[in-house]
């Protein structure tokens, strides 16, 4: 990058929270995405709050720098990777808390990560129920810009629902407050629907297309201390579907759900089960791992009571083996995490959400894409909404195969047309859904409208926003 820009920007932030040195590009060069090639940016700059984030900006649209904000960089589809001999603001810095107790929320600044976050609230018995697998290190802000979820969303839904408000740096530098904050005299967040449209959502899966949240507000809840922990056994994914609308009808607190094949619970388990302590288990064709939490115990034992008969009701019998459950919740998936990096394999991963009376129809079209392209991958994923199931299948390669490389990338786009023929949809903008959303054309036309007047010099992470060709 231009050194006369580099000056401007450090003459901001200061000489040492600007960096051009090779080896420190090279570490933004990636993510924790596998499959992705590294990118080299132009320099990265740290800024120390908002004012210097608004400032930054406006030097990268005077000189038409495109920008890649990143927080914690633990995205897996390449979402924070740079644009080469661009600027990456890295918002670590950033990293306020405050607490309104009586609001029942909380405002962070982008630095912020989940861990950080729940062990601050811990102290004063409160969370945030929503707690990706990669909490230690994923940022609030960028997750809401993934409109990710996590570990307390079968309950609580994506963290968009728990959003209160965001502070917002626009591509030209200014800086916008939506929810309730918007009012200057607001005593904190604790409305997001204020003052018409919603402007939060905006922002909310964005990848950081419509500018850098600097602050996210949250809802907070009590902390729950009572849980249950057990697995249920099904001979037909319909069998599981039906009991977990009937568990969420009967408003059984499930804060984790997930279902798993036999096969691959076998496939998990083989790698991590002794090391977690799950037993030997001749596991059903489906295993649905469930935690039911509660704030108060005598709600448990009566959600423990409906789930055991709506399981018996269904076909379905309680296979009792806590562990799996116990470790996922405890452990924050850490172990299928691990999984997936042990054996040194790259992969491509496919997130979406399908509505939990299809979750059969996912299944279905990745074990024939997998089955048709002769490749290894495996289903993942847990309840995240009212009635959607977060599906993460991941399609493994060896990196060094190029022609089993090439395999599973047109798996995968084959895998995203055909999921969205099903009617499940992605959480986030999501390029790699391009070849599969031919018939929407009129909103993504809609969406690149608002990136123009909003960003008309595209300097906010461009390319995000699929570009649909008409010819299919
Ligand atoms: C081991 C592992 C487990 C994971 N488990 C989960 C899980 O359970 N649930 C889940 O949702 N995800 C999970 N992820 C994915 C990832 O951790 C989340 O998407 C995470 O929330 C991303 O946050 P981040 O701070 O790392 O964002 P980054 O990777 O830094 O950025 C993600 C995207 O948001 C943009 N962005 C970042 N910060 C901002 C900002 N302040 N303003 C505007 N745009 C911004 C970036 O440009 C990029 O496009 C996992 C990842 C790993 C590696």
Redesign the pocket.
Known sequence: MDRHIVEKIAAIVGDEFVSTREDILLTYSV??STSYEPVMPGAIVRPADTQQVSQVIKIANEYKIPV?????????QG??IPIEGGLVID?LR?DTIELYQDLRSVSVG?GI??GALDKYLNKHDLWVPV?????L???????????????GSSRFG??AELVLGLE?VLPNGEVIQTGSEANPNAPGPFLRYAFGPDLTGL?IG???EF????KVSLKIFKRMHYFDFNTYGFQTPQDAEKYILEAKENDVSMVWIAIYEGRILDFFLDMVGEEYGVPKHDWPPITVSVVIGRVREEQLESDILVAKQICEQVGGHVIGVRELPQNEWND??REF?RS??VHGWHWRILYHHQTISQWHRTLEELWSVFDKFGILGHTAGFQSDHASY?YYPQLYYDPQDEEEENRVRAAHKELSTRIFKTGAVPFKLAPYWVDGISEMEPYFDFLRDLKQAIDPGNIM?PG?IPLIDPEG
């Open positions: 993510s924790a890649t904000p990143r927080s914690g960089g633990s995205s897996l979402e924070v918002l950033l982008a990560n989940f707690y990706p697998g990669s909490s290190t994923a940022s609030i802000a960028g997750n809401v810009a993934v409109n990710g979820s996590g570990f994506c963290i917002v922002f964005s990848l950081g500018g850098i949240i600097t924050r998936m995490v997936s990096y977060n992470n995000k």
